[in-house]
């Protein structure tokens, strides 16, 4: 698509819809008209300015130009092209008495859409015109169900991160090389392909062009901005909108757009702010609908969405929040089932308060509950199965979250057991990830024990090259397959650092939680783990109780602590907290040369939830079940 420049500042400026004498309806943040060049019974032409002037387009016949061809094409057919472009140019000239009489804008407005809004928008256009020659742009947009026809109606592009070809095109319009790296100072950063969207405030000035990778994993923010500018604009924001519906994705608000829903606006995956809110209510905005994707931690969602609650409060607006079934988008929603089912679904929403908020969390959580409950098969495991503990997964159906206290007499055992149940979880559940922390041991020794555990031998075995080649050889397997886990970043394995305390670790673990919903860790050594914070407990193992609790509560993942437990006369002794606030004690124990495994529980039904005969190796200390 070339500009025609000559004709750029009455296209720009001097034109609209309303002065083609048809009639309009609003759809979206576009209008609609019935299409005078194939069918007039079909309301298929889109006008939009996503390219900072008016064109149309028929998502039908393709028909598609500025506003001038229109009334070439519509009152001036039957002339040749220069007469009907003469006539066309007179016909709208005629139109600006109304134009003329408006009040200037404000001096401000003008600066801001002066020389950056002309940089911004030649970068649109060019990358409009780039992701119409690009067959991998077209496949994109067809994998989330859109034309190229429907991509041009928001301005959508393709650039290829390579910016000389840009530069050339900047050329024609009499743009410098210096204007395009000030207002589009991230454009050499980015080198990789992606899909380019315009953004523009509730004028309609364009004050940024966000870049989506076109490779998203579904965990990372996708979204990159080419020009520095305001973050806290809702994306598609609109003016004299009394209600507006608030989404995350960029596809999201499009696609509710392009289905005729009026006022749908992206924060782009960003967290809801303040800022957001005031430029919402700045544009008429009385009451605010927030639409999330359920996120894999409810909790932590909930707590969010409250914070959003008292923002909306503290500003006047009525508010309500949705959160979505799990894998469910706005996007998805309102292609599959169309735009009713979203708009009804927002009908039946009960406004927020602190009260019916908890509400319709609490519901929802049941509903989802039961869901999940009703669609696993009898024979199926709820939680991670262990190959070497058959009847200890069938007995507690599997290692499911919670905490869970480890120990063992004599007291060596308990590390065995959890570096044995640790390299069964990660060979059992392909799509596990097993973090280990020990506290008591040196890294390297933990490496040791889980070589050693993989090859049957000793671990003095494994710490030098054996004479017989054939050890040497498996050593070097178990070595390579223990680094395979690591470099597929299924296992880690972390030890005691003089900064790593509780506020680090749950820090931490929430981040790896974003990549790895199913997540194992295990705690060896508790009685040595350090806690920063809740002085308000003077006893130690009720801190580290606490602290274990809020990384549970937080993550809801299985969680093994392994500490210091004493068996006198057949009862258990152990500090009360640690005892209290377990879901479930393991204690190991020997007893004649034979080794059992107890698991009791005072939360999850029966206190004796498994009691069976174990076997350990003799070499390795590699434990399975008998």
């Not at 947009?141 to 041009?152: D, E, V, Y």
């Not at 062009?209 to 979204?223: A, K």
């Not at 919670?402 to 959890?418: A, R």
């Not at 508790?526 to 274990?548: C, G, N, Q």
Request: glycine fraction near 6%; proline fraction near 5%; include cysteine.
């Amino acid at each position: 698509m070339v500009i025609d420049q000559e004709h750029a500042g009455i296209m720009r400026k001097k034109t609209h819809p309303r002065q083609l004498g048809v009639p309009l309806s609003r759809w979206g943040r576009n209008l609609i008209a019935s299409c005078p060049f194939h069918s007039p019974e079909e309301t298929s032409l889109f006008f939009y300015d996503a390219l900072g002037y008016w064109r149309y387009r028929c998502l039908q016949c393709g028909s598609e130009g500025d506003l001038v061809e229109f009334v070439m094409r519509s009152r001036f057919n039957g002339l040749d092209e220069p007469a009907a472009r003469a006539e066309a140019m007179e016909f709208l000239g005629a139109q600006e008495t109304e134009q003329d009489s408006e009040p200037d804008e404000h001096p401000w407005i003008k600066e801001i859409g002066g020389e950056k809004s002309r940089v911004l928008e030649n970068f649109v256009r060019y990358c409009h015109w780039a992701a119409c020659k690009s067959p991998s742009s077209a496949d994109f947009f067809a994998q989330r169900g859109w034309s190229i026809g429907q991509a041009q109606l928001y301005g959508l592009g393709y650039y290829s991160g390579d910016p000389e070809p840009f530069y050339s095109y900047c050329m024609l319009s009499g743009i410098e090389r210096h204007q395009v790296a000030f207002f589009l100072d991230n454009l050499e950063a980015y080198h990789e392909p992606r899909i380019t969207i315009p953004a523009r405030n509730s004028k309609g000035l364009i004050h940024s062009v966000y870049g989506r990778s076109m490779e998203d994993d579904g965990m990372h923010n996708p979204y990159i901005s080419y020009a520095s500018g305001p973050t806290d604009i809702p994306f598609n924001i609109q003016p004299d909108n009394e209600s507006p519906i608030i989404v995350e994705g960029m596809f999201d608000a499009l696609t509710a757009d392009l289905a005729g829903i009026p006022g749908v606006v992206s924060t782009m995956y960003q967290d809801l702010t303040m800022s957001h809110l005031y430029k919402l209510k700045a544009c008429g905005a009385n009451s605010v609908t927030l639409i999330l994707r359920r996120e894999a931690n409810r909790r932590e969602q909930e707590f969010r969405i409250q914070n959003y609650l008292k923002m909306a409060e503290t500003q006047g607006l009525r508010f309500k929040s949705i959160v979505l079934p799990e894998n469910v988008t706005v996007d998805q929603l309102v292609r599959n089932d169309g735009a009713d089912q979203l708009l009804n679904l927002i009908d039946s929403t009960e406004e927020d308060t602190v009260h019916t908020h908890r509400r319709s969390m609490l519901l929802q959580d049941i509903k989802e509950n039961l869901d999940t409950a009703m669609g696993c098969p009898p024979d199926e495991c709820v939680g991670f199965p262990l190959d070497s503990f058959p009847r200890f997964t069938k007995e507690i159906d599997g290692i499911q979250s919670g905490i869970f206290y480890v120990s063992s007499n004599p007291f060596n055992l308990k590390t065995s057991l959890l570096s044995s149940m640790a390299l069964d979880l990660i060979e059992t559940n392909k799509d596990l990830k097993l973090i280990y922390i020990a506290l008591e041991t040196p890294r390297r020794q933990i490496f040791d024990r889980m070589v050693a555990m993989l090859t049957g031998l000793s671990v003095l075995d494994v710490r030098k090259r054996n004479s017989d080649e054939g050890i040497n050889a498996k050593i070097l397997e178990a070595t390579r397959k223990l680094m395979g886990y690591v470099r597929d970043n299924r296992m880690e394995i972390w030890e005691d650092q003089p900064a790593f305390d509780n506020k680090e670790l749950l820090a931490t673990l929430k981040e790896e939680q974003r990549e790895h919903h199913d997540l194992v860790v295990i705690i060896d050594g508790v009685d040595h783990f350090k806690v920063t914070d809740r002085p308000d407990l003077a006893d130690i193992y009720e801190r580290r109780s606490s602290v274990m609790l809020d990384i549970y509560k937080t993550l809801d993942i299985p969680l093994f602590i392994g500490g210091e437990l004493v068996d006198d006369d057949g009862q258990l002794i152990a500090p009360r907290a640690y005892l209290r606030d377990s879901d479930a004690i393991y204690w190991l124990e020997a007893k004649d040369n034979e080794l059992f495994l107890t698991v009791n529980s005072k939360r999850l039904g029966n206190n004796n939830l498994y009691k069976g005969k174990l076997s350990i190796d003799e070499n390795s200390n590699r434990i399975w079940e008998a």
